[in-house]
């Protein structure tokens, strides 16, 4: 199956703000940033960031317009079927976009959805599979909530655990406006869905502008994310703040340190997170994908 290209997105901000090359968007995203007040950090925040990607389940689910899970391996199999086919028609107007990250999590999905008045636009059908040949690693930037998040990078052989969300053009645009630090675009390659035979050849996938995090020069890989065949390092979400924090603001600062400074001042952590963390971010390549540059610039 081929992921609908290009996507559905009729926000005109939205177009523009992907669009942006870097340093329009380095623009960008400053001012964003400046905007943002100082916010009081306490322990259960910092726990939360150290908690990243969050808790999922460990295979397919559907989230449904309550916000209740239900999942799949729980139904019978023509049950299954048919809320698979349902969900992924290639006839239907829902999207396939991979979830790497926290985008996985039904909290999260519930929480960016659960305004809309429409129920399908609450509703998510979640598939677990394998992505090849890519791994899962962290961000060279922390987001607002003090987290390093997940973006791929290109890994020969590695077959890494994601979710394959089926989402509305509503649903689709909306997780689009929440990944601001983000590229959209396609990428082909096999995703292959767990114990049901089927695969697919295209997703839609966010990756970081920031790129991937490297240690010696190599991508690390998100410990909480498993993968067979993997041949990067993986470490913990405190284990790779603890990295960040010494590398910005210096040797034997803690990943507590580092949280609390991006709740209280993220904007003016900018300066030291370009000479490190940036530095160190791989940026995303490869020969699978197509990025998406606003509007209808690319056919099918």
Known sequence: MSATWPPPIAEPELIERLAMDDEQFRTYITTFLAAIPP?????????????????RPAGSYLLSADGGVELLAELGERERERLIERHAAPDGERLPLLAIGSNAAPETLQRKFAHFPEPADRIVLAVHGRLHEFDVGYAAQPALYGALPATIFASPGTAVAAMLLWVTPTQFTQLTWSELSYRLGRLRTRFEVDDAGEHFDEVLVFVSRWGALTVD????ALAAVPAQRRTATALTQREVLELAAAMTLGPGTSAEELVHAVFSDL?????AFATTLHRAGLPFASERWTPYAGGDQFPP
């Open 39 to 55: 916010r009081i950090c306490d322990e259960a925040a910092f726990e939360w960031a150290c908690a990243y990607p969050w808790v």
């Open 217 to 220: 020069d190599a991508p690390v």
């Open 267 to 271: 904007a003016g952590l900018g300066p």
